[in-house]
Structures are given as C-alpha cells and as structure tokens.
C-alpha cells in the first residue's frame, strides 16, 4: 500500500514554488487531459518544458498550449552533465520575461525540473544556493544525484565563482568555464 502511494504522489510530483505564481511537475507518462487539467486547475500562463526537444511536447505535438491560452517553450536544460551555457542563459532570460503563473517540468520532474527549479529560488527568489538546491532532494522530489551530477557541477562552479550578478557570469564567464571543462 505504502509504496502505491509513493508512486502516486511522484507521478506528478506537483510541487508549488513560489505559490500560486510558480510551480513544478512531472509531465511522465499521464495523458495529455490529465496535464491540460492541472494547467487549467492553476491557471498557467506560460510552460517551460526542460526536456530534449526530440521528447519534448513541441515534438510530441500532445497538448494544444494554444486553445489552453499557455505560452509554451522548449528549453533543454540537461542535468546529467554541466548545462550549456545558452541554455542556463535563456532560461534566466525566460524567467525575467515571462507571464505568470508559470509551469516548469520534465519528464520525472526530479532532475532538469529540480535544477530549472534551484536556479528559480536562488534567481528569482534571492535564496542563497544551500536553499535553493533543496530542490535537488531525493525526499519530496525523487532525484538522485548519480547521473544527474550537472546541477550540482554548476553549484560548484557558483561557489568557486560567487559571482556577484549571475545573469551577467552565465554570460560573459560561465561559457569559458563550459568549454574548459567539457571541452564542447
């Protein structure tokens, strides 16, 4: 019983952020009603899909973010290695610009969600990276830090770094940083 539960609860792995402004899931395996649902439930305004655009719902072609009045984006922001630094770049950007409520996710909502998630709270939110990075967690969120070490590379780097204005180091220091380190 207890693990039917579980499974049920990281289904979706609903989470608020920044209530009733910002919020994190789990696209996975439900229908795509089951997602129109909970986006019409807490009325989002924008989407921002952080999975590879080859599974991404632009790809999928599910859900109909248009009849829904839902601004979709495509952004991959990978967690299995350090993210790339126009990616990390465009979703701050993203998250400076967009409408609200906002809806993040990924497949399991655990790893790019987490991470989308961590950068949200320490960005937007001004909580320092210990905080934020409580979103990385394996109780409420499922993720699991072996083969998703990326965000936790990056919360290195931050702290090496302490980069006194992230947006500008994501995008004059971090893609030096990217290359030295990944060799991309």
Not at 157 to 172: A, F, G, H, T
Request: net charge neutral.
């Amino acid at each position: 019983m207890l693990s039917g539960i579980f499974r049920h609860l990281f289904r979706s792995n609903l989470h608020s952020l920044d209530p009733p402004q910002v919020w994190r899931i789990a696209r996975g395996s439900g229908s795509a009603l089951w997602f129109s649902g909970v986006m019409k439930r807490l009325g989002i305004k924008t989407a921002i899909d952080l999975r590879r655009p080859e599974s991404s719902d632009a790809t999928l072609g599910e859900v109909d973010f248009e009849a829904l009045g839902v601004e979709y984006h495509n952004l991959h922001l990978r967690s299995s290695r350090l993210p790339r630094p126009e990616a990390v770049a465009e979703f701050l950007r993203l998250l400076d610009e967009v409408e609200r409520p906002l809806l993040l996710y990924c497949k399991r909502g655990k790893d790019k969600t987490g991470f989308g998630s961590a950068l949200y709270r320490h960005v937007v939110c001004g909580e320092d990276l210990d905080t934020a990075w409580q979103q990385l967690r394996r109780i409420p969120f499922g993720h699991r830090v072996k083969g998703h070490e990326g965000p936790h590379d990056f919360r290195d780097l931050l702290e090496k770094e302490s980069p006194e204005d992230l947006r500008e180091w994501v995008n004059s220091r971090y893609p030096d940083l990217f290359r030295e380190i990944c060799g991309e």
